[in-house]
Structures are given as structure tokens and as C-alpha cells.
């Protein structure tokens, strides 16, 4: 490729960016994970009932030892078929652990994806881990008394 000639690279096909908007859920709380929830959608279509579903889904893979709680704080972002859990680092609390799930519409399957393949965050995502990663920050630097982790968890991004 020549240095000047950017012909061969970036070229999408008919692929349009379409705008997306953000809603927060409130908390899932569980003995063991608190997480943040975030909906991320085409617009205003947001969808309470699938947001339900993804919280029913956590539960029960929390229950069940298949979401590791780490520190024990963290947040969840739920898009039209993906859900992104990313929990705080106990080991190295400056890290950030994501599992990512993907449900499949025809069969209502939902299956753990592996970010290798995937990546772990959308451009969408990536601004709500922004402002989780300023509020992680602050927490970080503060007494981490039970009244900073409810700042921690009182803060949610507004909108994309």
C-alpha cells in the first residue's frame, strides 16, 4: 500500500452507523455482585421486558458460581441480542473482567461469547465503560467506606 493511497483499507460496504441511546436499569443485587444495569438501544426503542430477562439470566449465573463476583462490583450492559457483565479486579483492581453473552432471537439460546473473538466492547459500550472507569477512579481514591461504594452505585452515565 502506498503511504498516501488509502483505497484498499476502512471500505464497510453499505454499513450505516445508527445512532444509540442509553438507559440505566438501577441495580442488581445480589450476597455476592452488585451490578449497575445499563439497556443499550436503536433510539427510544427500549425494551423493559428484555432488560427483566437479562436481570432473571444474571441471577441465576451468579447463583450458579458462573459469574465470578471479583471484587463484588461491577456493571452490566444489555444490548438488543448481546450482555456484557464486567466486574472490578480483586488481584489487580485497576482491571476491568468482562464476560459477554449472546442470545440467539430464533431459539432463545444465550450462550457465552469469548471476547478474542469478538472483542470485548462495541463503540456504543465503550462510552458507558468510560464514565464506569471515572467513577472506578474516584472509588479507588476514596476511604471505600460503605457510603463511597454507595456513590459508586448511585452513579450512572445519562445518556450516549
Known sequence: MNANNFSE????????LEHQRV???GLLITPSLVLKLYQITK??????KQMEEAKSFLE?????YKIEPLTGMGF???????????RWDTEFPILMKNNLYQKFTKTNIIQRMDINELGPFCIWEDTIVGHERI???????SNRTDMDKKIYFSSFIKKL
Not at 441465576?60 to 450458579?64: C, M, Q, S, T
Request: hydrophobic fraction near 35%.
Open 76 to 86: 452490566a450492559i444489555q444490548s438488543t441480542d448481546m450482555l456484557n457483565v464486567v
Open 60 to 64: 441465576e449465573e451468579i447463583k450458579r
Open 43 to 48: 433510539q427510544s426503542e427500549f425494551e423493559p
Open 135 to 141: 467513577e472506578w477512579i474516584k472509588y479507588l481514591k
Open 9 to 16: 483499507i476502512g471500505n464497510l460496504g453499505d454499513f450505516r
Open 23 to 25: 438507559k440505566n436499569y
